[in-house]
């Protein structure tokens, strides 16, 4: 399918944008090729300033929608960095995804 670049390239157009909806052009272009059938998804999120634990239900309840999957199924963590890295510097936000699931060609 390429990279992630090719589709969502950095320009005015996706400056700032809400990351919900690159979620869901994501999964609109996946399932144009492809039957996914998302197991569970793990995700670590490394930010020095941002507290993931007030907004986890959040993000999780908007993850669960946009990809029709029980909340149950997803597991989020925050972690400070300890100042490492560009989450633990402030400089950005790191995140680590792993999702496990069942893909078909269509």
Known sequence: M???GEYFPESKEFEN???????????D??????????NNI???IISNSVK????SDQ????????????VSRINLKGKSGNGLGIGGKDEGIEVY??????????
């Open 59 to 70: 993000i999780k309840n908007n993850t669960s929608r946009i990809l029709n999957l029980e």
């Open 97 to 106: 995804c792993t999702t496990l699931g069942e893909v078909d060609e269509i």
């Open 17 to 27: 944008i809400n990351s919900s909806i690159l979620l869901e052009k994501t999964m």
């Open 52 to 55: 993931i634990s007030p907004i």
């Open 2 to 4: 390429g990279s992630i």
């Open 29 to 38: 272009l996946i399932s144009k090729r492809y039957v996914v059938k998302i």
């Open 42 to 44: 793990d995700a670590l």
